[in-house]
């Protein structure tokens, strides 16, 4: 299993940035990849999930309509789009596997950074939001 985010970098407050992350040795009909993000000194956030049962995603309220989750299966790759960038969004940003093929685990019950650490989960990439 291996889980690969890229596209992080330093964007001007107000912009945009997408994330991708490409996933092998993951059944992406039956798991969940979610995107996570993590500040220095705190703790880890969950930010948006994609389901692969059925496609149908979930938002966290702090980038609800903001960011949006997407998926190639075709390239095997999920896309994190970020738009109007605020300081207050730079961090670490991770992609990771569902630890179980359940729908639970993209859901407004089991969409929590604690349900997921038993998951498979990429090295991060960076996004600094700075003038």
């Known amino acids: 299993v291996q889980l690969q985010a890229s596209g992080g970098g330093l964007v001007q407050p107000g912009s945009s940035l997408r994330l991708s992350c490409a996933v092998s040795?993951?059944?992406?009909?039956?798991?969940?990849v979610g995107w996570f993000r993590q500040a220095p000194g705190t703790e880890r956030e969950e930010l948006a999930c994609?389901?692969?049962?059925?496609?149908?995603?979930y938002y966290a309220d702090s980038v609800k309509g903001r960011f949006t989750i997407s998926i190639n299966p075709a390239m095997r790759t999920i896309y994190l789009q970020m738009n109007s960038l605020e300081p207050e969004d730079t961090a670490t940003y991770y992609c990771a596997a569902s630890p179980h093929p359940l729908n639970y685990y993209c859901s407004d019950i089991g969409f929590l950074t604690k349900h997921w650490i038993s998951g498979s989960w990429g090295q991060g990439t960076q996004v600094t939001v700075s003038s």
């Open positions: 040795g993951v059944d992406l009909d039956r798991y969940s």
């Open positions: 994609i389901r692969g049962s059925d496609a149908n995603w």
